[in-house]
């Protein structure tokens, strides 16, 4: 059954969810999210079909029950201020792939996270710099790293300070 048939054929059961007021809760809210981005529900913006879609990011069928779900997140450590996040970029999302975590944690946990060979170990770039408790700005230590500086140099070779005309 193709996504938009699940949506037509469980057409009731949708508009029960409006009827009760659980589309007002924050859970509904992240649930939802998920079944537009994945094409379950239509009206996937174009980078969502972009991004989900046409990688064919999933959500497992007993996912598309809110009930399910939502019985599910209140197990997995749900909290207002946390939001799901995929384990595996590339894989959908069903029990064993999401977990919920802070913003913070999910923004490292993305497709375009850079990472750096550190004494042989992949790190992640944030992480590095951070373990390295380096004086000089993000931006600027970022800048050295895509043009190619060698990462102790990066976070160790201090700013040129600008004479003054």
Same mark, same amino acid.
């Given at each position: 059954m193709s996504r938009p048939e699940y949506y037509q054929k469980n057409k009731d059961k949708w508009k029960l969810y409006r009827q009760n007021k659980v589309s007002k809760y924050p859970l509904y809210t992240i649930w939802h999210g998920i079944l537009v981005r994945t094409g379950v529900r239509p009206g996937a913006k174009d980078h969502e079909v972009r991004d989900y879609i046409n990688r064919n990011i999933t959500v497992c069928d007993e996912w598309k029950d809110y009930k399910t779900? !939502?019985?599910?997140?209140?197990?997995?450590?749900?909290?207002?201020?946390?939001?799901?996040?995929?384990?595996?970029?590339? =894989?959908?999302?069903?029990?064993?792939?999401?977990?919920?975590?802070?913003? =913070?944690?999910?923004?490292?946990?993305?497709?375009?996270?850079?990472?750096?060979?550190?004494?042989?170990?992949?790190?992640?770039?944030?992480?590095?710099? !951070?373990?390295?408790?380096? !004086?000089?700005?993000?931006?600027q230590f970022l800048s050295r790293i895509t043009r190619g500086w060698d990462f102790y140099d990066a976070v160790s070779i201090p700013l040129k300070k600008l004479k003054a005309a």
């Open positions: 779900f !939502e019985t599910w997140a209140f197990n997995n450590g749900y909290a207002k201020d946390l939001v799901l996040d995929r384990i595996d970029n590339d =894989s959908g999302y069903r029990p064993d792939n999401c977990r919920f975590t802070t913003r =913070s944690q999910n923004q490292r946990n993305r497709r375009i996270t850079r990472y750096v060979m550190i004494d042989g170990v992949r790190t992640k770039l944030i992480d590095a710099y !951070e373990k390295a408790k380096c !004086e000089i700005p993000y931006k």
